[in-house]
């Protein structure tokens, strides 16, 4: 059974919550609510709970506020949200687990199992402090990214991925020390990711990292060197979008 509270400032949203996870969240044991960071920093302190349902968004402060300020994250974080493009980018990037209002059920429960899965693994809190760490790092290029496997997830930063190809619904992931990873996620779902963090889709099988280039050769579309020695295909509709970028 793990201890939980529910950080969330919208009364209604708190009881449905609560409610729904006494009906369908056998593992989940509620040890206390609040409304705003600062009850919420309080209830952590006060209940040790082994898990946060945290509203991203809440009058006078945000997630990153509140876990910014405990001393030590030994719990795991489901983060509830409305829909927002910059929360939904910093969620995924740390593989944290998220659900989205109104709340469904059905991903309330696998959100809960993921966790109890987390806790038996004794990995908990890591999806967490790696979106602390990102929010904190101004850097884009020195943001992390976790990239979940099949038998686990590894962390990579964004500097060391030189470029990103398609695989039907695989994405291979080359890094600067030559290692190829495999994700079972679309390469449209990493172009979305990383648009903001100077990649770029040049091909419809190859999402690059702008700054991993040294060099372009002519053509109808043209071929992209990469500091790691391999050339990537331009697409004709991608060569100006590319060319601009220099």
């Given at each position: 059974?793990?201890?939980?509270?529910?950080?969330?400032?919208?009364?209604?949203?708190?009881?449905?919550?609560?409610?729904?996870?006494?009906?369908y969240?056998?593992?989940?044991?509620l040890?206390?609510?609040?409304p705003?960071?600062?009850?919420g920093?309080?209830?952590?302190?006060?209940?040790q709970?082994?898990?946060?349902?945290?509203?991203?968004?809440?009058?006078?402060?945000?997630?990153?506020?509140?876990?910014?300020?405990?001393?030590?994250?030994?719990?795991?974080?489901?983060?509830?949200?409305?829909?927002?493009?910059?929360?939904?980018?910093a969620l995924?990037?740390?593989?944290?687990?998220?659900?989205?209002?109104?709340?469904?059920i059905?991903?309330?429960?696998?959100?809960?199992?993921?966790?109890?899965?987390?806790?038996?693994?004794?990995?908990?809190?890591?999806?967490?402090?790696i979106l602390?760490?990102?929010?904190q790092?101004?850097?884009?290029?020195?943001h992390?990214?976790?990239l979940?496997?099949?038998?686990?997830?590894?962390?990579?930063q964004?500097?060391?991925?030189?470029?990103?190809?398609?695989?039907?619904?695989?994405?291979?992931?080359?890094?600067?020390?030559?290692?190829?990873?495999?994700i079972c996620?679309?390469?449209?779902?990493?172009?979305?990711l990383?648009n903001?963090?100077?990649?770029?889709?040049?091909?419809?099988?190859h999402l690059?990292?702008?700054?991993?280039?040294?060099?372009?050769?002519?053509?109808?579309?043209?071929?992209?060197?990469?500091?790691?020695g391999?050339?990537?295909d331009?697409?004709?509709?991608?060569?100006q979008?590319?060319?601009?970028r220099?």
């Amino acid at each position: 059974m793990l201890k939980a509270i529910i950080v969330e400032d919208e009364q209604a949203s708190r009881e449905t919550l609560a409610n729904y996870l006494e009906k369908y969240c056998p593992d989940i044991q509620l040890a206390g609510e609040a409304p705003s960071v600062k009850t919420g920093l309080a209830a952590i302190r006060e209940h040790q709970p082994d898990v946060v349902f945290l509203d991203v968004e809440m009058p006078y402060g945000n997630a990153s506020d509140l876990l910014e300020q405990v001393e030590t994250i030994n719990f795991e974080t489901i983060f509830v949200t409305a829909f927002s493009n910059y929360a939904m980018k910093a969620l995924n990037f740390s593989a944290a687990y998220y659900i989205l209002k109104p709340i469904d059920i059905d991903e309330l429960i696998a959100a809960v199992e993921k966790v109890v899965r987390e806790r038996e693994n004794q990995s908990y809190a890591f999806h967490t402090k790696i979106l602390i760490e990102n929010i904190q790092t101004v850097n884009k290029q020195l943001h992390k990214v976790v990239l979940p496997l099949l038998d686990g997830f590894d962390v990579v930063q964004v500097k060391d991925i030189v470029r990103c190809q398609g695989n039907d619904n695989f994405t291979d992931f080359h890094l600067m020390d030559g290692q190829k990873k495999v994700i079972c996620r679309t390469l449209k779902f990493y172009e979305e990711l990383l648009n903001e963090f100077d990649f770029l889709r040049v091909h419809k099988s190859h999402l690059v990292n702008m700054q991993h280039v040294k060099g372009y050769k002519k053509g109808k579309g043209g071929m992209l060197a990469l500091i790691d020695g391999s050339m990537v295909d331009v697409s004709p509709n991608k060569k100006q979008e590319l060319l601009n970028r220099f």
